[in-house]
Structure formats: structure tokens, C-alpha cells
């Protein structure tokens, strides 16, 4: 079977086997022993007696490093990591909460509610106040709902970026912290009551 040259594997995939192009490479047998500077024909005889793959794993190195392996379990855990790291990525996308600069109680208990929410998901909170016509002239006050902001989402956030004006929004980012986790005392024993006759008795 004859296989072409061109795009025999993808950039972000490890030539493996005969795709492996170097005459000599460094090897790394499947116990993480360095074997030092071999043929790659031999490295390949090698990795058919155990029945693994070789996979050049440092391709820009001077031998190229390979390594003796199964690659399908390889291929999996790099999969894994992948998701992983994505996961992690996704984890720490920003979220935008909007106020206005005359926000009643009701509205803003519940985007403060909202802000602590995603602070303890881990995303990062860019909260924003937005000023109409005149209102422009009272940037104090939007400064003011940022404070309160601050104020009640410790010690869940912690200001990142202060208070600064973006065109007709003042913004401020706000980014998780750790929490430790609250020491619980030992519970000291309930006192037992003390029987109706004994009762009776310290009376008289």
C-alpha cells in the first residue's frame, strides 16, 4: 500500500511509527529509560517486539526524541488534558452584570445576588453602570453603587480593574478569591436538664 508524503499527519498530532522522517532519533524506551542515540530502524524493531508504538514526541530537538508507547492510551490522556484545560478556560469566562445609577433595592439585591453567583462558579464579573442624558453629571453616584458592589461581594470577589468610565458606562472588574473554608469548633456538650425532683428540691 503505497501512502503519500503530503499531510500524513495533522500539525498538532506526533508522526508515529513510519511517518517519523529523522535517520537517527533519541530514544525513550516504554519505562522511561533513555536508550540514548539509535537508528530509527531500530527503534521501530524495538517497538514491534513490544508490541507498541514509537512516537516522536520533541520533533524539533537535535535528535529528535521518540519514545517507545501505546499510542491509543497516549492519544486518550492528551484528549483528556485537552478537555480539561477547555473546561478550566470555559470556567473563567467574564459575565456582565448592568446597573443604573438610580437602581432600587429590589433590583440591585438581585444583580448583587447574581454577581456572587458567578463569583463562586469562578467567572470573572464586569459590573456596569450606565448613564443616560443628564445623567452624566452625576457620575458620583454611579461610583457609589460600585462601592456597595464591592463592599457586599467580599469575601467572595475582589476588585481587578477600579472604577473607570468607558464611553456612557462606568465599569469595574471584579475576580474571585479563594475562601478558605470556615474552621468548625467542636460542639460542646448539651447540658442535660436536670430531673423534675431535683428541681423540685433546689426550690426548697
Known amino acids: 500500500m503505497i501512502i503519500s508524503n503530503t499531510n500524513v499527519n495533522k ?89 443604573r445609577p438610580k437602581i432600587d433595592q429590589h433590583d440591585y439585591d438581585f444583580k448583587v445576588r447574581a454577581i456572587k453567583s458567578f463569583l463562586s462558579d469562578g467567572h470573572r464579573v464586569k459590573v456596569s453602570i450606565f448613564f443616560r442624558g443628564r445623567e452624566m453629571a452625576f457620575l458620583d453616584r454611579g461610583r457609589e453603587v460600585l462601592n456597595r458592589v464591592r463592599n457586599d461581594v467580599e469575601p467572595l470577589g475582589k476588585v481587578e480593574t477600579e472604577p473607570r468610565m468607558e464611553g ?30 431535683e428541681l423540685e428540691e433546689a426550690d426548697n
Open 11 to 99: 500539525d498538532e498530532e506526533p508522526r508515529v511509527n513510519s511517518e517519523i522522517r529523522a535517520a537517527e532519533i533519541l530514544l525513550i524506551d516504554d519505562q522511561g529509560n533513555k536508550l540514548g542515540v539509535v537508528s530509527t530502524t531500530e527503534a521501530l524493531r524495538l517497538s514491534e517486539e513490544r508490541e507498541l508504538d514509537l512516537v516522536e514526541v520533541a520533533p524539533l530537538a537535535n535528535p529528535p526524541v521518540c519514545r517507545i508507547l501505546d499510542y491509543g492510551k497516549y492519544r486518550f490522556q492528551q484528549q483528556k488534558r485537552d478537555k480539561d484545560a477547555r473546561k478550566k478556560q470555559k470556567n473563567q469566562s467574564v459575565k456582565e452584570i448592568k446597573m
Open 168 to 197: 456612557a458606562y462606568m465599569r469595574m472588574m471584579v475576580s474571585p478569591t479563594a475562601i478558605q473554608p470556615v474552621q468548625k469548633t467542636p460542639d460542646q456538650p448539651k447540658p442535660q436538664p436536670q430531673k423534675k425532683k
